[in-house]
């Protein structure tokens, strides 16, 4: 029977002898390292449109029901998480990734924030709200034509553009659960950041790295629903954690390479 996870509010002399051993590192990120970038979640208190739920309008229903609507509350949302810069949390998450190989970040996020922080080897399970794709044809957009009504339409066929991010009710594609897949498995270290552990199959990829030997630990606010079955759990924001340990990274290397110059 596993013993329970060492819960901190500072990373464990534990996690970081591990990440100093460890050759491959798997990062799963959800919505809590974002808010850190003043993103709210789906609502916005007071907003426009508080009134609607993501499942309200997060689904090819709703799209075919009123895709001007749709269309509007993504178009939001894309405006908020452009205005939105790359915190503390995503840039140490950048310089994590040179010390392994292989590295995958794998984020729910669909704000593009890793992306724009310089992270390289990353798989967005869920799309991203800066992509489009034509409904009908499933083109990416190279032309936009704005109907009377303001709808986005496609350049080449005319069909409604949609936003590319998976909606309630569809399927993730399979490279990016592939890539992640693989990558728990074979991760020595497996960071869990900033995210309920409730949306499956990302939920899955922690236990995953675990079962196959991985030092699975958790970055979060509070604890998640799979807090349990980690092997560490650190409270605090991932702005103010990840940056402890790419700071270590950082003189751990450094060390070894003076002492590889100065054994020459």
């Known amino acids: ?3 329970p996870a060492t819960h901190s509010t500072v990373p464990s002399e534990r996690l970081l002898a591990r990440l100093e051993k460890a050759t491959s590192l798997c990062v799963l990120t959800g919505a809590g390292i974002s808010v850190e970038s003043g993103l709210a979640t789906f609502r916005d208190p007071g907003g426009l449109w508080e009134e609607y739920s993501p499942a309200d309008l997060a689904n090819e229903a709703a799209f075919r029901r009123d895709p ?3 269309q509007g509350w993504y178009q ?3 405006k908020q998480a452009l205005t939105a810069e790359p915190n503390e949390g995503h840039l140490a998450l950048v310089e994590l990734e ?6 995958l970040l794998v984020t729910q996020n669909v704000d593009t924030l890793h992306k724009r922080a310089g992270s390289i080897n990353m798989v967005e399970l869920h799309g991203n709200i800066v992509d489009e794709r034509c409904t009908d044809c499933s ?3 190279v032309d936009e034509v704005f109907l009377e009504d303001g709808l986005r339409c496609c350049g080449f066929c005319g069909g409604l553009l949609r936003p590319g991010v998976v909606w309630f009710g569809e399927s993730l594609p399979m490279d990016p659960i592939e890539r992640a897949t693989d990558a728990a498995i074979s991760s020595d270290v497996f960071l869990s950041v900033g995210t309920s552990s409730i949306v499956y199959p990302a939920a899955g990829l922690p236990l995953l790295a675990k079962q196959n030997g991985a030092y699975v630990v958790e970055i979060n606010v509070e604890p998640s629903a799979l807090s349990y079955a980690m092997d560490e759990v650190v409270l605090g924001p991932a702005g103010d954690i990840l940056p402890v340990l790419a700071a270590h990274m950082r003189s751990f290397n450094n060390r070894e390479e003076l002492e590889r110059i100065t054994n020459r």
Not at 98 to 103: D, G, I, L, Q, V
Request: aromatic share 16%; proline share 17%.
């Open 1 to 3: 029977m596993n013993s």
């Open 98 to 103: 040179k010390f392994y190989e292989p590295f």
């Open 68 to 70: 001007q609507l749709v």
């Open 76 to 78: 939001a949302r894309l």
């Open 139 to 141: 083109k990416p957009p």
